[in-house]
């Protein structure tokens, strides 16, 4: 998010955010989110974020507004910067969730470790459709969202790096995540046009080339993997 700001980017004018499930590392940039943009950015009076996610945001969201109750109040007397704009969080369900003039955004159940509800989006825009898979095992909701999409975003870990994970975690990781190997069986049902690699797990000290050696071992098309702020 900061790198973000340093490049232009106006946190105070986007509208929403999409969380994947409510896992510590996946939301512990909330806070930030509202409060913190930077040494030099200001808070403007844009319109209300809302963080869309799972049962569990809102409150989430509700916890967070109260824990910097006392902070506010003396931002609010001594005249420091405070952030001016509503945030909010939206417990939702799979189906569509969201709709601007620029985008339509879809969430979709996926299986992640114990959790109720995890979702992957389906984005859609004029002239793309983005799959970003969330957290997830293998599944065969993203065969059927992708279904020829332009971008595939998937989570993945090395399954040549597996072995080296301590045996007491295997057993979470292989219930919680996707494979080299899995995800190159999954990413040849789902045919996207690009199928980029993110939330990386390089189990055993393997690297970004040795994920994309495994992946095209068993897949043809057009992979690469991601990096934050890469544009495709």
Known sequence: MLEAVAKGTKIDTIPAVFI????????????ALVYYHGPNAAFRG????????????????????????EDR????????????????????????IYRDSNIVVKAFEVPHA???HAFGYRVETADRVIVISGDTRPTDAI????AGCDVLLHEVYSAEGFSKVPARMQPYHSSAHTSTYELAAIAAKAKPKLLVLYHQLYFGG???????????????GRVVSAHDLDVY
């Open 20 to 31: 994947t499930h409510l896992h510590s590392d996946h939301t512990l940039g909330l806070a």
């Open 46 to 69: 844009g319109g209300p974020m809302t963080v869309y996610g799972p049962p569990g945001i809102a409150a989430m969201m509700a916890h967070i507004h109260a824990a910097w109750t």
């Open 73 to 96: 109040a003396i931002r609010a007397q001594t005249g420091g910067p405070a952030p001016s704009r509503e945030v909010r969080g939206a417990d939702v369900a799979a189906g569509i």
């Open 114 to 116: 114990t959790w109720a």
């Open 143 to 146: 065969a059927r969202e992708c």
């Open 206 to 220: 393997t690297t970004d080339e040795d994920l994309l050696r495994e992946i095209r071992s068993r897949y043809n």
